[in-house]
């Protein structure tokens, strides 16, 4: 990849996690106690049996999203640091350089189509 390439999706990989944080923030709070966590903020409806009940779904629901995004977030901090240390691109299976097209859709993929693939992951 060329220095423009890998400039651009730096860039890109900084707009979607901060995308992700403003998400994040919606439904839960940093966690103090533990380093990129948060807390889930329990939804409040109303004190109505049926509003309850939402507050509940919601809440699991949201359990669910935090887990997701933090994940993402996680990957895309790896990803930044590997385009800093240049060995972002590199299979981490097999060491083949990933195709700039498959990174330009999947700035987060670890590993090249073959092994992608046999590691049942396409």
Do not use: H, W
Request: with cysteine.
């Amino acid at each position: 990849m060329t220095k423009e390439e890998l400039q651009k999706l730096y860039e890109d990989l900084e707009q979607e996690e901060k995308r992700l944080k403003e998400q994040l923030s919606k439904i839960a709070d940093p966690n103090p106690a533990v380093k990129n966590d948060s807390e889930v903020r329990m939804p409040n409806y109303g004190e109505d049996e049926d509003e309850n009940a939402m507050e509940s779904t919601d809440l699991g629901i949201n359990f669910a999203l935090v887990r997701e995004i933090e994940n993402k977030l996680d990957e895309i901090v790896k990803r930044k640091e590997k385009i800093k240390n240049g060995t972002y691109g590199t299979c981490e299976k097999c060491s083949v350089e990933i195709p700039p097209a498959r990174l330009k859709v999947m700035p987060i993929a670890t590993f090249c189509i073959n092994c992608a693939k046999t590691a049942k992951l396409v």
